[in-house]
């Protein structure tokens, strides 16, 4: 929910000054801290989430009627002029595809690929993001989210009107750029000019940020045992294979995938420590941290880990707590298996 970000960041800082989200995740925080006039930086180790932040501020630069009527143009080709398995073999996409797609379905996201392909348009990574987006939608498989991460390949076909549901895409984010763009010059009477960093990097070494220069820290931590960030991408990953994948899924803090492990409570909960050290450390002087937490029903939960974050975050003069609250998070909006509640929480580093 932007809201909750957009009260942080227009409380606890200032036009002009630093927001750092160590989690970028869907970048949230960073354009709602581009549209209050913050510079930002964004940190993920999904490649992935990267690029679908990335893509927002695209968005934002070339989102307009002319590339919407562009994209139009070029999708109204029938075929991809030869058959789908040889495109397929010819162009590095997983053979898998065939086991998660309607033929039909298939043959409309192959003339998609196959338009928004070329890397040399400057809205190249935009249109990538935008059929990303439709993937999941448009699987034969339609239980929860869970079962395409797991792997379990659907066990019907259902044609999914995938062009359709491309160019839909298309129209709600050339509106969504031109809402931006007018709230951003009502609120600051000019042109929205891009003044941030997003980086694929890991947030427990974040040697790369001098000591004290950040005014603001705003992020919503991974959910321990929920989610599975990287994973979650499989369908992109088989149009779009990412070489380091083993890496990032190796890397990546509290992931569902890692719940059964003995050890993944305590691996968590280091992980943050240290995360949120680097936070400490790049933060300045009576700079803000504002946490954004859920905490989960499932097995893995052995302990109140915001409470033992908290005592930890607090202990030796590195924080105070300034404000606490908590929400419940309504059935519709549920994101993360078995999280129903979210704690928000702002923490000041001394002066």
């Known amino acids: 929910m932007p809201q909750i970000p957009d009260a942080l960041i227009q409380t606890l800082s200032s036009e002009g000054e630093c927001v750092v ?31 679908i932040t990335k893509a927002k501020f695209l968005a934002i630069e070339f989102a307009d009627q002319s590339w919407k009527n562009e994209i139009c143009k070029r999708l109204s080709d029938k075929n991809i002029g030869e058959s789908p398995e040889k495109y397929v073999n010819l162009h590095g996409i997983s053979p898998e595809v065939f086991k998660w797609f309607e033929e039909n379905t298939l043959n409309e996201l192959l003339l998609i690929y196959s338009n928004i392909a070329d890397e040399k348009r400057k809205t190249s990574l935009l249109e990538k993001v935008l059929f990303s987006s439709i993937l999941c939608r448009c699987s034969s498989q339609r239980r929860h989210y869970t079962y395409i991460t797991d792997g379990c390949f659907p066990e019907k076909f259902m044609y999914k009107p995938a062009k359709d549901f491309f160019i839909e895409k298309v129209t709600l984010t050339e509106r969504a750029a031109q809402i931006f763009k007018e709230q951003y010059k009502r609120r600051h009477s000019k042109q929205y000019v891009f003044d941030g960093k997003i980086e694929v990097e890991d947030c427990r070494r974040l040697d790369w940020i001098k000591d004290g220069t950040v ?35 190796a890397n990546e803090i509290g992931a569902r995938c890692k719940r059964h ?11 943050l420590k240290t995360a949120f050290e680097e936070c400490h450390r790049v933060l300045k002087p009576g700079g803000f941290m504002g946490l954004v937490m859920g905490r989960g029903k499932g097995k893995v939960i052995k302990f109140d880990i915001l409470m033992q974050l908290l005592d930890f975050l607090t202990s030796n003069d590195r924080f105070s707590i300034t404000y606490e609250n908590s929400r419940k998070i309504s059935s519709r909006r549920i994101r993360f298996p078995g999280v129903m509640t979210e704690r928000i929480i702002v923490l000041k580093k001394p002066e």
């Open 21 to 51: 989200d160590p989690f970028v995740g869907s970048g949230v925080t960073l354009v709602e801290a581009a549209k209050l006039g913050r510079k930002f930086i964004g940190i993920d180790i999904s490649p992935f989430a990267v690029e």
């Open 261 to 271: 492990q003995k050890s993944a409570y305590d691996k968590y909960f280091d992980d």
């Open 215 to 249: 005014d603001l820290v705003v992020t919503s931590p991974p959910y321990l045992g929920s989610h599975d960030y990287v994973k979650a991408m499989r369908l992109t990953n088989l149009f779009f294979p990412e070489k380091n994948l083993k890496e990032y899924l």
